[in-house]
């Protein structure tokens, strides 16, 4: 195993390690047990067991130490769930640039097809009457038409609703960036 394969497996251990311990800490086991620590550090002193001073020291630094070692953790997953709002901004901002460039790409389509039924409406007016093979051809050609209208139109619909998701998206990536502390 390569030094940069064991350094990256250290560190998903640590993630998970942490991760494990801010869960913990979050919980009502964690309250439970602080209560009870609490408690019986200030019940030794009645019980002339320690000295109130000695106990308010020892009490003093593990709760220092304790405060140290969570804040370092919370920034830790502070920093993560920054990691993932951003890479989470940047696919949102890639998927709205593709959607405008797939709506431009339909209009032009549109207008094409627009022109194309034009000149299909011009055509059958100068065709001959009697030649009954180009009037077929002319009426497929329209349905066509018709038909990739109702393609562009529904493809129109997805895209509006694409967007729309787009938006919640911002939406709620915007107020979780307002739930999670700034570093």
């Known amino acids: 195993m390569s030094r940069k394969e064991l350094r990256e497996r250290n560190i998903k251990f640590l993630e998970k390690v942490t991760d494990g311990v801010m869960w913990w800490i979050g919980s009502i086991p964690s309250l439970i047990v602080h209560s009870i620590v609490f408690i019986t550090a200030f019940l030794l002193p009645l019980f002339n067991i320690v000295s109130v001073d000695k106990m308010l020291l020892v009490l003093t630094t593990v709760l220092s130490l304790e405060a140290i070692y969570l804040a ?14 951003e890479d989470i901004r940047e696919d949102i901002e890639e998927i709205q640039d593709d959607i405008e460039e797939i709506s431009e790409d339909i209009e032009e389509i549109s207008v094409d097809i627009d022109d194309i039924q034009e000149d299909i409406e011009d055509i059958a007016e ?55 502390p700034e570093n």
Not at 72 to 85: A, D, G, K, L, T
Not at 171 to 177: F, G, R, S, V, Y
């Open 126 to 180: 100068d065709e001959d009457e009697d030649d009954h093979n180009e009037r077929a051809k002319n009426v497929m050609l329209k349905s066509n038409v018709s038909s990739n209208k109702n393609d562009i139109k529904a493809l129109r619909e997805v895209i509006s609703q694409l967007q729309q998701q787009l938006e919640n998206l911002k939406k709620d990536d915007e107020k979780l960036e307002e739930k999670t």
């Open 72 to 85: 370092i953790f919370i920034q830790m997953s502070v920093n993560r769930s920054h990691e993932h709002i």
